[in-house]
């Protein structure tokens, strides 16, 4: 499951830009998606991709993280001795940074043609695995079904080899003439020149037999990991090969500091250090002491020092780890946040809340940096003011707190059963008035609402309101909600009671905002947008989706900052955007 993926975009901040301007990734650093790679090109400046694309740099030896770029589809990246850097995509495109990637600029792309755009990853001809940075100007590219492309030159001119090996899953190369492959069918492959060629080393007619990992420290020495646990040695450049342990599991990734100090990581949080050149191998870091730890990955390794490393994927501590004492300790780069379920900015200043599933954070720069000031649980907030926080959730739960969240009062929302409330909706229409709505455990609806800042709540027994959730308030008596039931409901009088509208949707109404009495706008499932000039007497509709060739994700969010500018969020982590009042949109 990805982490810290925003269940609600404020807009807001979109519309401020200019239409050129980029999303930046505001905390934590490191984010939370799954690490790839961890490369250091020296003991302080070093390197990090993480998927969906994002390389992340460190100029204090992993203290601390910036976001350099993201790069769809990411493969894989690698750094040459002299510290050129190469960053290959999926499609095959690679971008080059001659200055130990300060800068970075596309050099190459693969020539093969992308179909368009779909969910999931589109069907490449060729479907690019591994980068090799052999030197500044020499670099070797590697499919999965066996295409070798080698430059000699940055990047700028290519020669191209089908090397008719099939079922690519490793490789490596210690030259720009010798490299070495392995394959899904327990084979491994070798070129002395630059990959025009190749000849079958070995094979294993067993299953399974998968070579996931390939590392070479020289012409001659190497090591070869077979599926699930069996570390292989050569000395003779893969001639020949010798089990060292058939207890080491699924190695992914080595890295060597000398002939002789080595470490390497693996599934299950696994890392093993090396002092006799890969003869033996201890088990060091967290599955030392804790045991095996089922659902995590390390995908890459990287020492600076004998006593400072990273490793790096998926983990229950983060997706990036650092060690100072030669393994035996690691500590996440960043704090675990949990999933982010709402963010509020009041009056859009500095201060500004996110609720998470590991507790409140709050930020009073402007979201550059936040801390988690109070251990509350909810799935719904809303901050009337910068000082007003109110949290709704399971059991019929809503907790208040008046001073920045340091003191809290909880008061339960009673249900008509005994199972209790699930609450699924919240709303601070004003610092006293507000509403909240849920589920009696599935069984019934309830909407409650509250005239004294969340203090107390009276209970609503009008049962005609079917499950009202997004709320959206354009002053204390006049509102706006979506039903579970597909419906767009209205207040007059400050919530007593609601009018169904007639807004005919084939969809869910997913969420709704109204700048004023008259104008709003909703959007559903299917990423319609719902327009109204008449208070929700009548709509008319738009498709958010018309400027695209690709199909968007399902609408989500949708937030206006007058009558013309706003943007929809769907769930495929798209924005769009409107400066028309939702006739076109971008």
């Given at each position: 499951m990805k982490q810290l993926f925003l269940s609600l975009i404020y807009c807001f901040f979109v519309l401020s830009l200019p239409a050129q301007a980029q999303w930046q990734w505001l905390n934590p650093t490191t984010t939370t998606y799954s690490g790839q790679v961890v490369r250091f090109v020296d003991a302080d400046h070093g390197f990090f991709l993480q998927e969906l694309g994002m390389l992340l740099r460190t100029n204090n030896a992993g203290l601390s993280w910036q976001e350099v770029h993201i790069y769809p589809d990411a493969a894989d990246l690698d750094f040459s001795p002299q510290g050129t850097g190469y960053l290959l995509t999926r499609p095959g495109v690679l971008w080059r940074s001659p200055d130990g990637g300060r800068t970075w600029s596309r050099v190459s792309g693969a020539p093969q043609?992308?179909?368009?755009?779909?969910?999931?990853?589109?069907?490449?001809?060729?479907?690019?695995?591994?980068?090799?940075?052999?030197?500044?100007?020499?670099?070797?590219?590697?499919?999965?079904?066996?295409?070798?492309?080698?430059?000699?030159?940055?990047?700028?001119?290519?020669?191209?080899?089908?090397?008719?090996?099939?079922?690519?899953?490793?490789?490596?190369?210690?030259?720009?003439?010798?490299?070495?492959?392995?394959?899904?069918?327990?084979?491994?492959?070798?070129?002395?020149?630059?990959?025009?060629a190749w000849t079958k080393l070995s094979e294993v007619a067993y299953f399974p037999s998968e070579i996931n990992m390939l590392h070479f420290l020289t012409p001659r020495i190497g090591f070869a990991h077979r599926e699930h646990s069996d570390l292989l040695r050569t000395a003779d450049g893969g001639l020949t090969w010798a089990l060292v342990s058939s207890r080491l599991e699924d190695i992914n990734e080595m890295h060597f500091l000398s002939s002789t100090v080595g470490f390497a990581a693996g599934g299950y949080a696994t890392i093993y250090s090396t002092t006799d050149g890969g003869l033996t191998w201890t088990l060091i870091g967290p599955a030392a002491t804790s045991g095996f730890i089922?659902?995590?990955?390390?995908?890459?390794?990287?020492?600076?020092?004998?006593?400072?490393?990273?490793?790096?994927?998926?983990?229950?501590?983060?997706?990036?780890?650092?060690?100072?004492?030669g393994g035996r300790t690691w500590l996440p780069t960043s704090p675990m946040m949990g999933n982010i379920l709402a963010v509020n900015f009041p009056g859009h200043g500095l201060i500004g809340y996110a609720m998470s599933t590991t507790g409140l954070m709050k930020t009073t720069d402007g979201g550059d940096s936040w801390g988690i000031v109070a251990q509350v649980g909810g799935n719904q907030m809303s901050c009337p003011d910068a000082n007003t926080v109110v949290i709704a959730g399971g059991g019929g739960n809503v907790a208040r707190s008046g001073d920045g969240g340091r003191t809290w009062t909880t008061t339960i929302i009673p249900g008509r059963y005994s199972f209790g409330n699930n609450l699924v909706a919240l709303h601070m229409a004003t610092s006293q008035i507000g509403y909240v709505a849920g589920e009696d455990n599935s069984l019934g609806q309830v909407l409650a609402r509250t005239a004294d800042g969340g203090r107390t709540w009276q209970v609503n027994s009008n049962t005609s309101m079917n499950g009202l959730r997004h709320f959206n308030f354009v002053n204390a008596s006049t509102g706006f909600a979506t039903s579970a039931y597909r419906g767009v409901y209205k207040t007059t009088d400050s919530g007593q009671s609601w009018q169904l509208l007639n807004v005919i949707s084939y969809s869910t109404i997913k969420d709704l905002h109204f700048v004023d009495e008259q104008v709003g706008y909703a959007v559903d499932d299917y990423g319609t947008v719902y327009k109204t000039t008449n208070?929700?007497?009548?709509?008319?509709?738009?498709?958010?989706?018309?400027?695209?060739?690709?199909?968007?994700?399902?609408?989500?969010?949708?937030?206006?900052?007058?009558?013309?500018?706003?943007?929809v969020q769907d769930d495929n982590a798209s924005v769009f955007r409107t400066t028309d009042g939702g006739r076109t949109w971008t």
């Open positions: 043609t992308l179909p368009p755009y779909s969910y999931g990853y589109p069907q490449l001809q060729h479907t690019y695995i591994k980068v090799h940075a052999i030197s500044a100007d020499t670099v070797v590219e590697v499919a999965a079904d066996g295409l070798v492309r080698h430059s000699m030159d940055g990047g700028r001119h290519w020669q191209q080899f089908e090397s008719g090996v099939t079922r690519v899953l490793s490789s490596s190369f210690v030259s720009g003439r010798v490299g070495f492959l392995g394959t899904g069918e327990g084979r491994i492959y070798k070129t002395i020149n630059g990959g025009a089922g659902g995590t990955n390390l995908r890459s390794v990287r020492f600076t020092s004998p006593t400072t490393g990273y490793v790096a994927g998926r983990t229950t501590r983060g997706p990036l780890l650092r060690t100072t004492d208070s929700g007497t009548s709509w008319t509709t738009t498709q958010v989706n018309n400027s695209r060739t690709y199909a968007m994700g399902h609408g989500e969010h949708i937030r206006f900052l007058d009558r013309n500018n706003g943007c």
